[in-house]
Nanobody, 121 residues
Framework: QVQLVESGGGWVQAGGSLRLSCAAS????????MGWYRQAPGKQRELVAR???????YYASSVKGRFTISRDNAKNTVYLQMNSLKPEDTAVYSC???????????????WGQGTQVTVSS
């Protein structure tokens, strides 16, 4: 049973924008914090952004000011708006849900399938 469905990845030139979406089943969305992680080849997975079910946000320093996470409670969907993209943002981005979404991803309870974001210079 697929519970987190992502969309919106792709290829973009540096300086461009992409928006990722993650549709969750209602039982997961309503009771969990939601977030996005990314993993580039040869690098560890990192927390990009998270949003609590009350709307409090956190961003990694590398994306602060460029990325915006939001959630639409009516659609059970979380978004990641990515602006001013850089080649170093290239990675597989994965939607995550759980009570604890920290820099250590071991406590993530639910994962999306991942979507590739490629930023060319």
């Amino acid at each position: 049973q697929v519970q987190l469905v992502e969309s919106g990845g792709g290829w973009v030139q540096a300086g461009g924008s992409l928006r990722l979406s993650c549709a969750a089943s209602v039982n997961i969305f309503s009771s969990n914090n939601m977030g996005w992680y990314r993993q580039a080849p040869g690098k560890q997975r990192e927390l990009v952004a998270r949003i609590t079910n009350t709307g409090i946000t956190y961003y990694a320093s590398s994306v602060k000011g460029r990325f915006t996470i939001s959630r639409d409670n009516a659609k059970n969907t979380v978004y990641l708006q990515m602006n001013s993209l850089k080649p170093e943002d290239t990675a597989v981005y994965s939607c995550a849900a759980g009570w604890i979404l920290g820099t250590d991803s071991s406590r993530v309870q639910y994962w999306g399938q991942g979507t590739q974001v490629t930023v060319s210079s």
